[in-house]
């Protein structure tokens, strides 16, 4: 189970910052940090997954630089890390949907620098190479959703439009083109920033009453994902 950067409020300096180190524990209690500062810049809001036998950093932002990345990175140890060359086609980004599916890492939605809620969606087999599936959703511009894999689809469910409102519907893919709607209206109160039900979790804020207290976009994975490495989110 992975912990992997995310914002922290110094009460100290009385402001958020994010951060960029990476903890890891095997059950749960016992914690080891594996770096106290990653090879990529202190971000949250980012994707996060496991693919491939690694660990996956994708895009983010920094809340106190008002910065959104679009930069991949990857790391089979969460000492090392190392950046997918190139340059990538989606715009950057945070608090987007981030999962695998079918062989490939998959990004939906989110928000721009500027706030702005994003609709498209992307694929990608390696994380270097990626492929626009849609430039637009029926379920419009979205961030902060909950995302997930299940029965041979992918999932999205509620998040929020940045405009102050959230949402209950849920929606499904076979192959991030064609979405169909499960339901308008779920029997759970709309909400965004939700955990997934995955094993792979990013993100979430606390405020707690102390210097340590974190806002962290984590990696975690269950035992039944032992295939891989640990795992949202997005924020």
Same mark, same amino acid.
């Given at each position: !189970?992975?912990?992997?950067? =995310?914002?922290?409020? @110094?009460?100290? /300096?009385?402001?958020?910052?994010?951060? @960029?180190?990476?903890?890891?524990?095997?059950?749960?209690?016992?914690?080891?940090?594996?770096?106290?500062?990653?090879?990529?810049?202190?971000?949250?809001?980012?994707?996060?997954?496991?693919?491939?036998?690694? !660990?996956?950093?994708? =895009?983010?932002? @920094?809340? %106190?630089?008002?910065?959104?990345?679009?930069?991949?990175?990857?790391?089979?140890?969460?000492?090392?890390?190392?950046?997918? %060359?190139? &340059? !990538?086609?989606?715009?950057?980004?945070? =608090?987007?949907? +981030?999962? *695998?599916? @079918?062989?490939?890492?998959?990004?939906?939605?989110?928000?721009?620098?500027?706030?702005?809620?994003?609709? /498209?969606?992307?694929?990608?087999?390696?994380?270097?190479?990626? &492929?626009?599936?849609?430039? %637009?959703?029926?379920?419009?511009?979205?961030?902060?959703?909950? +995302?997930? *894999?299940?029965?041979?689809? !992918?999932? *999205?469910? =509620?998040?929020?439009d940045g405009y102050g409102d959230e949402f209950n519907d849920v929606w499904y893919s076979t192959d991030g083109a064609t979405w169909t709607e499960a339901t308008p209206s779920a029997p759970w109160p709309p909400r965004s920033a939700a955990a997934r039900p995955?094993?792979?979790? +990013?993100?979430?804020?606390? $405020?707690?009453? $102390?210097?340590?207290?974190?806002?962290?976009?984590?990696? +975690?994975?269950?035992?039944?994902?032992?295939?891989?490495?640990?795992?949202?989110?997005? &924020?």
């Amino acid at each position: !189970m992975w912990v992997i950067g =995310g914002v922290n409020y @110094n009460f100290t /300096d009385s402001q958020f910052e994010d951060v @960029n180190d990476v903890w890891s524990s095997s059950d749960g209690s016992n914690w080891t940090e594996a770096t106290a500062s990653a090879a990529f810049s202190a971000r949250d809001s980012f994707g996060a997954v496991d693919f491939n036998n690694k !660990m996956w950093v994708i =895009g983010g932002s @920094n809340s %106190t630089l008002t910065q959104a990345y679009n930069d991949v990175w990857s790391s089979s140890d969460g000492i090392n890390w190392a950046q997918t %060359t190139g &340059t !990538m086609p989606w715009s950057a980004r945070s =608090g987007f949907g +981030c999962l *695998v599916f @079918n062989n490939k890492i998959w990004i939906i939605g989110g928000y721009d620098v500027n706030g702005d809620a994003l609709e /498209d969606v992307w694929c990608s087999p390696d994380g270097s190479t990626w &492929t626009q599936v849609a430039a %637009t959703t029926p379920f419009g511009g979205r961030g902060y959703a909950g +995302c997930a *894999v299940l029965n041979g689809s !992918m999932w *999205v469910l =509620g998040g929020d439009d940045g405009y102050g409102d959230e949402f209950n519907d849920v929606w499904y893919s076979t192959d991030g083109a064609t979405w169909t709607e499960a339901t308008p209206s779920a029997p759970w109160p709309p909400r965004s920033a939700a955990a997934r039900p995955t094993s792979l979790v +990013c993100g979430g804020r606390s $405020s707690q009453g $102390s210097s340590a207290s974190r806002c962290s976009a984590s990696v +975690c994975r269950s035992a039944a994902q032992a295939r891989g490495l640990p795992g949202s989110a997005s &924020t």
